[in-house]
């Protein structure tokens, strides 16, 4: 008949057998989760809150590299209080993630969000991210309730161009959620814009990596953008003689 003791031995033994091996994993090893995996660039983004808080009421880009990588936001924008939170590789539903620490604080009086490109080439559906994008509105909204959210469309780029498909499909679906809400929702169209008379995307607007925008490019979308950003928050400075 086995004892307590027995019993006791035989179960701590058992659990070092099981726990034993996971001790010897290293971080390389361990799953990353996503919100781990953009941790530096959210607390970054605190700590320069903390130095230089940003303006409440401000127009919030937030959402992948475009967004990021978007260097001369405040100069394309002169007459607008501009804050860029792009995190670059990052789906809508990492915007949803850290909307509470990189939104919600802000108070914006308009959000630019893009992102979608990177959910669609990680293999999520074109439903799937139109739903990401209605948790994004609806989370906002819920302690923003007065915010406007203009969405940037997924761009074509010469680098995804075999997923235009679902690119074409997730922007239809976006717009037309929009369009049922166009006092609090805008839909800015890029897509169109960005392609020659040959139907493909334009070649001199990207990098060499035929993904990301050039100088070119963020000209190109400054303009379209610029229409959907409402009245200056910033006084027109005279010209000097």
Not at 18 to 46: G, Y
């Amino acid at each position: 008949m086995m004892t307590n003791n027995s019993l006791r031995y035989g179960l701590i033994s058992l659990l070092a057998v099981l726990v034993l091996p996971l001790c010897h994993l290293t971080a390389a090893d361990r799953p990353i989760t996503r919100q781990s995996k953009w941790e530096p660039d959210i607390a970054a983004f605190e700590a320069a809150d903390r130095t230089n808080p940003p303006p409440k009421k401000a127009i919030l880009f937030i959402g992948s590299s475009s967004i990021r990588l978007w260097k001369s936001l405040a100069q394309d924008f002169p007459r607008h209080n501009v804050l860029n939170r792009g995190f670059g590789g990052s789906e809508i539903a990492d915007s949803v993630q850290f909307a509470e620490r990189i939104v919600i604080p802000y108070q914006p009086r308009l959000i630019v969000l893009y992102a979608g490109g990177n959910d669609i080439n990680g293999g999520k559906s074109s439903e799937q991210v139109f739903a990401d994008f209605k948790t994004f509105v609806a989370k906002v909204h819920e302690k923003l309730p007065r915010t406007r959210i203009a969405y940037i469309s997924i761009a074509p780029n010469p680098a995804r161009w075999a997923q235009v498909e679902r690119v074409r499909a997730t922007n239809k679906l976006i717009a037309d959620y929009v369009k049922k809400n166009p006092r609090r929702l805008d839909f800015i169209d890029v897509f169109p814009h960005m392609l020659g008379a040959d139907g493909l995307p334009k070649p001199d607007i990207f990098v060499e990596d035929r993904l990301h925008m050039n100088a070119n490019g963020y000209k190109l979308w400054t303009a379209l953008v610029q229409k959907h950003l409402g009245a200056a928050d910033k006084p027109v400075r005279k010209q000097g003689r």
